[in-house]
């Protein structure tokens, strides 16, 4: 050993939990038929498409013409118009007048035709009819899912057992923490909370009063008027940070990322000599996204209104007022609060992908596949995700020629959630109301009230060299929300021709003209697969999303006036701070890429409520140096409590000896 060195190295690991879960559902496949549909594609232009003649599997014929003045004729068209000499007649694709259909004799799907003026026979259309088939189908979605974690990572340690260290903490912590959920639910229309619930028809419910509101003209009023916070209204591909639309020129804010803790040891060397304390380096991560292709077709047809609402309500609460008490000879370090950072990032984007495409523009096919759904169509996705994080830690340090570290934090909460819905539909129709709603709900909870007592007790040559560090608050509260429409944001009107059609779908028709496969685009593979719904069509994406960290820490260190190695430096420092919590979330519902059309009314409302709120604004930090003596004595009670009625102890260098006891032991 070394005669006034470095004796041991302590290194106490308390915390560092990590808890992460993951949710994933995609659905990629519907049947064996399905078909990817590749989103950015040039569309090619449009070619008539015949079916192949059926040949006899294993007979054979010689061929069916004869020469006329050299050339081949056809005797009978294997095609109608597949001669080659006789190149088929070009169609302006308008639907044949008096082609409205009537219901087959035997019902829907029977087979039967019903072509009218519409029907190709031989010498007139050359075009082969369209073949539909029918089917009950159309598959709802109602899946709800909750990652809800809770981690409690409360130390103690402590030297003396008795001193009441654990008691310094007076804050009622279940009440305080009452009083910042009530905050954060007091900017939430109330009616909202129903949505995260998982009960499909309270979610109807709810889309169905906001409808009927909104298209009586109420939905706008603002919030303040029922005590609820301020409701923005917003605009398409803006960003908005802390209740305002981002300044042109500025870079968006973006969420912390996750990095990893570092805990990796400093002091192996052991030559420096010092207390270190880590309390708070907290993160709680939750992440979510929904992609909503469901309703991803070429085609939309409502019969009826069109009620769209989207919706982003960010909330962060903090409570940070610290208590530090620190003392001791003037030297270097840095004892300044290190400021809090709250934001609330949130955009809306709408995506035209295709709008410059033409109806029409990408033949139909031939064969048409129609799903029935009778009565009102539910495609409801609900991801609700919680963190809780209780880290209360008590630590008490001293040191005597050593290095003492305490890592009492740097906890890890992690949730993901991811579902992918893919379609399967090129047109989809729709009997009566299409409801589209999109909400994201984001709150941050920090209750981070710390006391601090430090002190050093150096004498004049172990002061000059000493440092002395006191950091607190620095945390970090991020919500970062984006609600990214794609298709077409326009409604044309529904004229005679496509209601022919529909009423041809309605009466189950099993032929129809060609002509028809000009008037809507199809996906470019031949077949063209419809859904039909006779009633509602609610079509509601909800991301809930609320992290709660409580990081009430008390730290008492004392570094006395010790022997330690010459030329290096003495380190006191203590963190409480620099937690994070951060709610990331993204919803994009894909719809019509090519065209939508409307028999009613289109409403349609953006709404926006981002609110940072500060409980007990009004309280400052208590940042006290008082006298050296009085402080020394406080934190040496906690450390080495003297028997009642005797002296106090002074404070003294250690007596370090020279001999190593075990290795004159040993020989």
Known sequence: MTPGGVTEIITHFIGYWHITEEIARARLLYDSNHHDVVLEYAPLP???????????????????????????????????????????????????????????????????????PAAWRPGDDPDPVIRVTYDIGGDQRLFHASQIKMLVDSDLLYLVAGTGVENLQTLDLPATLRTMLDEAKAH????????????????????????????????????????????????????????????EGEERPTAPSLERHEFDLPRTDGTVAGVSAELGSNTSYSAAGIVDANEETMTLVVLGNVFQTDAI???????????????????????????????????????????????????????????????????????????WIIDNDVTVQTTSGAYDRVLAGGSLQLGLADIVDLGKYELIIIGQNYYTSNFILQTNILLD??????????????????????????????????????????????????????????????????????????????????????????????????????????????????????????????????????????????????????????????MLVQANIVVGADEEDRIVAPDPDELISEVIAFIDPQPAGSEEAPLARPTVHADDVMGSMLT
């Open 46 to 116: 449009f070619r008539d498409v015949r079916p192949p003649p059926e040949l006899d599997e294993l007979t054979s014929a010689g061929p069916r013409y004869t020469l006329i003045d050299g050339l081949p004729r056809f005797a009978v068209d294997p095609i109608p118009g597949a001669n080659p000499l006789s190149p088929p007649a070009r169609h302006a694709g308008e639907i044949p007048t008096g082609s409205r259909m009537q219901l087959p004799p035997s019902g829907v799907g029977s087979g039967s035709t019903a072509l009218g």
């Open 188 to 247: 939430l229309p109330a009616e909202f909370e129903l949505l995260t619930g998982g009960n499909a028809q309270a979610v109807v419910d709810f889309i169905k009063a906001q409808s009927v509101a909104l298209a009586a003209g109420v939905g706008e009023q603002s919030a303040d008027e029922a005590g609820q916070g301020t409701v923005q209204e917003v605009v398409a591909n803006q960003v908005y940070v802390n209740g305002a639309p981002l300044p």
């Open 313 to 387: 309500i960010q909330t962060n609460v903090l409570k940070d007022h610290d208590h530090v008490e620190i003392v001791g000879p003037e030297r270097g370090g840095t004892m300044t609060p290190a400021g809090n950072i709250a934001n609330n990032i949130a955009e809306f984007i709408q995506n035209d992908l295709f709008a410059t495409l033409k109806p029409g523009a990408i033949f139909a096919g031939f064969e048409w596949r129609v799903d029935i759904f009778e009565g009102d169509f539910l495609d409801i996705k609900t991801l609700v995700q919680e963190n």
């Open 449 to 606: 009230d710390d006391i601090l007592k430090i002190a050093a007790s150096l004498g004049e040559d172990d002061a000059a060299r000493s440092s002395q560090s006191v950091s607190w608050e620095g945390n970090t509260l991020t919500n970062d929300a984006v609600i990214e429409r794609i298709g077409s944001s326009s409604f044309g009107t529904i004229d005679e021709q496509l209601m022919n059609l529909i009423e041809a779908i309605r009466n189950g028709d099993t032929e129809l003209a060609s002509s028809y496969g000009r008037l809507l685009n199809g996906d470019g593979t031949g077949t063209f697969d419809i859904l039909y719904v006779t009633g509602n069509y609610y079509d509601i994406n909800i991301v809930s999303q609320t992290n709660v960290m409580v990081d009430a820490d008390t730290a008492v260190q004392l570094l006395p006036d010790i022997l330690a190695p010459r030329g290096e430096t003495l380190e006191q420092t203590a963190s409480t701070g620099g937690n994070v919590q951060t709610n990331t979330a993204a919803i994009m519902d894909v719809s019509a890429l090519s065209d939508q059309y409307l028999g009613g009314e289109f409403y349609h409302d953006a």
